[in-house]
Nanobody
Framework: QVDLAESGGGLVQAGGSLRLSCAAS????????MGWFRQSPGGTREFVAG????????HSAESAKGRFTISRDKAKNTVYLQMNSLQPEDTAAYYC???????????????????WGRGTQVTVSS
């Protein structure tokens, strides 16, 4: 049983920062793709940033580039999303996901991921 537990969400003013964490249990990541996605009410699940666990290489959505950074701590089996310069349009539920058979071409695709956390809410006020 794989469990991904996000934390670190909350309410922040525009221009502020948050760091989201995704702690995994039940699985030791090896060649997985790890992803952060977000979803607003009535919207679709949107790719934010992804990371290749083995190499540490990262990929970000255009909306996240220069503001958000994904990283991992192998010893803690944890993935992070550092979010700076937050704006009201960043308001959403943020989800962590893992794709054990991850390949580069699928890192941005929600349907490729097998395991999902329950999400953490990020609200940015103007």
């Amino acid at each position: 049983q794989v469990d991904l537990a996000e934390s670190g969400g909350g309410l922040v003013q525009a221009g502020g920062s948050l760091r989201l964490s995704c702690a995994a249990s039940g699985r030791t990541f090896t060649n997985d793709n790890m992803g952060w996605f977000r979803q607003s009410p009535g919207g679709t699940r949107e790719f934010v940033a992804g990371l290749r666990w083995h190499t540490g290489s990262t990929h970000s959505a255009e909306s996240a580039k220069g503001r958000f950074t994904i990283s991992r701590d192998k010893a803690k089996n944890t993935v992070y999303l550092q979010m700076n310069s937050l704006q009201p349009e960043d308001t959403a539920a943020y989800y962590c996901a893992a794709d054990p058979g991850g390949i580069m071409s699928s890192i941005r695709k929600p349907d490729a991921y097998d395991y999902w956390g329950r999400g953490t809410q990020v609200t940015v006020s103007s």
